[in-house]
């Protein structure tokens, strides 16, 4: 067997000096015997300076590296790969570590695989004691997982230097979701691999990124735009919003034109559709000619659908699929992406929609739906009575091959080709993460209740943004 490959292991590190010794020895004690590892102390006030001085007197050979200023995930990313030597790159966050064989592993993957660039285990999940809480067997690549609209995890994947390079590194305009970015520039262009072996230890605790589901939703929305930006070309996609109003219901009349926080319950959808600029047009197809007089009012295209298809039994998708002729037919207006927004999902903002129609394009699927991740235990019924979906959740471990996604309505981009009267989903359906406070829906007085108080809230809010500062 010949020469052994050089692997670059490089350990971003903000105010985690309390792990970094665990994280290092991992990697110094691997197995595999050709390692590079580079520390980057990214602007740590804590005591990460004295636990590397330290860790520098005992192993000569890291490489250290200093940032006055914390610069975030993806400037880590570049610099390490800027001085990196290794034929293949992978990231260890400090308060992690790796089993003793998991480079041995992921590089003979990739040496008998030359058309695989990155490579990724599983992995045990820690307490913040370092204690086991349960192992993540995320789907196999190509086999469980066809449609890769989930990624890899960030760290612990190993990447071939040469493919980091070719697709340009990493956005520094981001600073966070790092793995997010990479895996969405690799699929498509790359072949990808997983491994089913639980190679590193993933350390949950208060301070984990993993718990900010806003900073990682939000981190993930830029990524995917700034990725299709720069896809675009002089001839985009036509992206055509549908919003069905049925205005009223036995139990809510007039629900569509009724103020919700302030307003009627349609603008704030209107207005997020409007004011998206992933959109081209807004169509609102509706049974109650008052909704077109107001649609038209606030700049929407209108048209007024059959009775017959605000009967109870008549599916949604055939009230959409209507609109989409019509519009074709009657105003040759033709969509290659259609939106279907519903008005009873008020707190669904433009960057949804965005999200949704991004994620359209840069995933291969018919359709993405807006959803939330439901983290409460199910149970179904089972030979010795009830046994739950999720069972991890029983001790708050939430495993990605348990994850229970519920459909909010808010959003469904979908593809012209695919939309069909008995179906606006396809078969492959991708999705974006809405957090659950903003996927309620109003569809009872109590909801109303919510949604007005939530929406009354957030105009408090964008009011004392807009506010000058007191001196």
């Known amino acids: 067997m010949g020469e052994q490959p050089l692997v670059t292991v490089y350990v971003p590190c903000h105010n985690y000096g309390r792990y970094l010794s665990e994280a290092v020895e991992s990697v ?68 992690d570590w790796l089993d003793e064989s998991a480079l041995l592993v992921m590089v003979d993957v990739m040496e008998r695989r030359p ?41 612990c994947s190993l990447v071939r230097r040469r493919v980091l390079k070719a697709i340009g590194g990493y956005d520094e305009a981001q600073d966070a979701q790092d793995g997010y970015e990479l895996w969405l520039k690799l ?25 900010d589901e806003g900073r990682i939703l939000s981190a993930r929305r830029r990524i995917k735009r700034a990725l299709v930006r720069r896809m675009e070309g002089p001839v985009s996609p036509r992206v055509v919003a549908v919003v069905p109003v049925k205005n009223t219901y036995a139990e809510m009349p007039e629900i569509a034109l009724s103020e919700v926080g302030g307003r009627p319950l349609m603008d704030h959808t209107l ?41 109870p039994e008549r599916r949604l998708s055939e009230v959409v699929y209507d609109a989409v002729g019509r519009m074709e037919e009657e105003w040759d207006l033709f969509a290659d992406i259609v939106v ?23 995933f291969d699927a018919d359709s993405v739906i807006s959803v939330y991740e439901d983290y409460e235990v199910h149970f179904t019924h089972g030979p010795d009575g009830l046994q739950a979906l999720n ?11 348990e994850g229970l996604y519920v459909f909010n309505g808010a959003v469904t981009a979908v593809w012209r080709d695919v939309l069909a009267a008995d179906d606006y989903h396809g078969r492959r359906i991708s999705h974006v993460v809405m957090p659950r406070m903003e996927s309620v829906q109003l569809k009872s007085q109590e909801e109303r209740d919510l949604l007005d108080f939530l929406l009354t ?11 000058p500062r007191s001196a």
Request: glycine letters at 8%; aromatic letters at 4%.
């Open 28 to 95: 110094m004690g691997q197995s595999y015997p050709s390692v590079e590892l580079m520390v980057i102390d990214d602007g740590s006030t804590d005591e990460t300076a004295r636990v590397g001085e330290a860790l520098r007197q005992r192993y000569p050979g890291i490489l250290w590296v200093e940032h006055e200023e914390a610069r975030g995930l993806q400037a880590c990313a570049n610099e390490a790969l800027r001085r990196a030597r290794g034929k293949y790159v992978m990231r260890l966050d400090a308060d």
């Open 115 to 155: 058309s695989v660039a990155l490579v990724s285990p599983n992995y045990v999940y820690v307490d913040s004691q370092g204690r086991p809480l349960g192992v993540e067997r995320r789907k196999a690549v190509g086999r469980e997982a066809r449609l890769l609209d989930l990624p890899a995890h960030g760290a």
């Open 187 to 211: 699929t498509g262009r790359y072949e990808v691999a997983s491994v089913e072996t639980p190679l590193f230890y993933y350390r949950q605790h208060d301070r984990s990124l993993s718990r």
């Open 271 to 311: 207005e997020a559709a409007l004011g998206c600029g992933a959109v081209d047009e807004v169509v609102v197809t509706t049974d109650c000619r008052r909704v077109v007089h107001h649609a038209r009012s606030k700049g929407a295209r209108v048209m007024l659908r059959p009775e017959e298809l605000s009967r």
């Open 340 to 362: 279907v927004l519903s008005v009873h999902c008020p707190l669904r903002g433009g960057e949804t929609i965005e999200k949704a129609v991004d994620s359209l394009v840069l």
């Open 391 to 401: 069972p991890a959740m029983m001790q708050r471990i939430r495993l990605e091959r």
């Open 457 to 467: 809230q957030r105009a408090e809010r964008g009011r004392c943004s807009l506010s």
